[in-house]
């Protein structure tokens, strides 16, 4: 059975980090593209930033510069780095293993930056 399981959101400042964690099992992460995407409240979900099996990254233009995404293939798990958090950073966080036709997602992890 696929599982991906996100963590490590909550709530912080403006300004503030916080790093999440997708962690896989039943399939060879390693092989698979792993994308973080949100989706504020009211919005459609977005891309946010993916990592190729090649360790290629991209972004989308308001995270740049901002956050790092990375994997660990040895412990099955992609980290999304976030700094200089912003209240438009707000949602909750997925992410999602791509091969081909295959594509499994997380349930979500909240993070919230306010004040």
């Known amino acids: 059975q696929v599982q991906l399981v996100e963590s490590g959101g909550g709530l912080v400042q403006p300004g503030g980090s916080l790093r999440l964690s997708c962690a896989a099992s039943g399939i060879d992460f390693s092989r698979y593209a792993v994308g973080w995407y949100r989706q504020a409240p009211g919005k459609q979900r977005e891309l946010v930033a993916d990592?190729?099996?090649?360790?290629?990254?991209n972004y989308v233009d308001s995270v740049k510069g901002r956050f790092t995404i990375s994997r660990d293939n040895a412990r099955n798990t992609v980290y999304l780095q976030m700094n200089s958090l912003e209240s438009a950073d707000t949602a909750v966080y997925y992410c999602n293993a791509q091969l081909s036709f295959r594509s499994f997602w997380g349930q979500g992890t909240q993070v919230t930056v306010s004040s």
């Open positions: 990592i190729s099996s090649g360790d290629i990254a």
